[in-house]
């Protein structure tokens, strides 16, 4: 059989890109990795995703492959070894459970809490925030939402706590406050020192200034309006 | 073994419900219907869905799984027969994009087309309707989603056929055009001539007043405003 080709078409600070390049990981997949310039869209981002033209896309023996929670269930069914999602089906039902509640909540919820510049705007964003991740707590399992390992759901949710923590240092506003969520912030600590995931996390300092500088655009952009 | 105790939470006029009978039906698995008012939230629903507190729910053996998607990736791995998803990854991964699609992007803006109000917004929200139909349209792969039969896309974008008939009715604007989307209105109609999904679906006089007092509603409300 012929050497599978897999490319991944990225963004360094893109979250959902982590999620795949983390699933590619555990999964020992040899991958090239392409850097894509978002605010010039190359012709073969177009190409590979015409409908979202977003990052991260899988380009697996010349198929594109697209959104990320779509990506790691496809990675998980093509390559056995390590598996990512539980075999039994009420355990899969909640690993996809929480992996959409942290997709679309928790993922709105805290950039939104980077994004609100307006006082009132942003104390509701943060309270939102606090309340999703608090509902994100409900669905550890153990160690790891995948039980005592890192699965599906620790995946889909994996960006949580990096970017949490960058976000909260930027608006000096507690998300995750270790009293009220004790388990959702041991699991941010391993998360944060697991030795796939922080490999792939980009450097804190970068991250940092990227998103300082966007949230300071946007409070010159409201301010000049 | 004993026979399999499957119960499904739902309220009528539910597209997502509808998503989940479907599968069941096409499964030929029996199951216990039970209507739940959503103005007055049962302790059984606070129970089974205590993150959403929203229905579709299914109750399997006791165990509840809660979202559409979800559910009916649940349903085909539990039982094998007639399966929904096709066997081929890369088709798996195409199908599971699209129905994404039609939830989260489709989901959204038809909504918008009925609920908004207000004259430049319901423009808006019927313009980026027909943009995201029309690239649903993009996903048709043959007769259907599906290919010749329907499919985990075909269910999960199931609702949009009926509701956006009943929606056009109400405001008098039409987002399926047959000559701009000339694919997509064959498919609405294939679906809704379905023999399964027909017989699921809510009596169409009975969804266009229960949606016609929804908005009469929300124009009275912003009439007072």
């Known amino acids: 059989m012929a050497k599978d080709e897999v490319k991944l078409l990225g963004f360094w600070a893109s979250p959902f890109v982590n999620i795949v390049e983390w699933a590619l990981r555990i999964k020992g997949i040899e991958y090239e990795y392409i850097e894509v310039d978002l605010r010039n869209k190359s012709p073969m981002l177009l190409q590979y995703n015409p409908v ?3 990052v991260p896309v899988l380009i697996h ?4 492959v697209a959104e990320s929670l779509v990506i790691i269930e496809y990675i998980d069914e093509t390559w056995k070894e390590n598996p990512i999602l539980p075999e039994d089906s009420q355990k899969r039902a909640t690993a996809r459970f929480w992996a959409k509640y942290a ?3 928790c993922g ?3 950039y939104n809490a980077l994004c609100k510049v307006d006082k009132e705007e942003q104390e509701k964003a943060v309270k939102e925030a606090r309340e999703n991740l608090k509902t994100l707590e409900m669905g550890l399992m153990g160690k790891f939402y ?3 390992k890192i699965g599906f759901a620790d995946l889909a949710a994996g960006w949580v706590p990096f970017w949490t923590r960058i976000i909260e240092e930027i608006i000096g506003v507690k998300l995750v406050d270790e009293e009220n969520m004790p388990s959702l912030s041991v699991w941010f600590e391993d998360v ?3 030795e796939i ?3 792939i996390l980009p450097p804190w300092d970068k991250a940092l200034a990227h998103n300082k500088a966007f949230r300071e ?3 010159s952009e409201a301010a000049s309006t």
Chains 1, 2 share one sequence.
């Not at 023996?61 to 594109?64: D, E, M, V």
């Open 197 to 199: 995931l922080k490999e």
């Open 103 to 105: 997709e679309e909540k």
């Open 52 to 54: 979202h033209k977003k």
């Open 108 to 110: 709105v919820s805290v």
């Open 61 to 64: 023996n010349g198929k594109p």
């Open 146 to 148: 995948g039980g005592e």
């Open 192 to 194: 944060l020192h697991d």
């Open 217 to 219: 655009k946007l409070i």
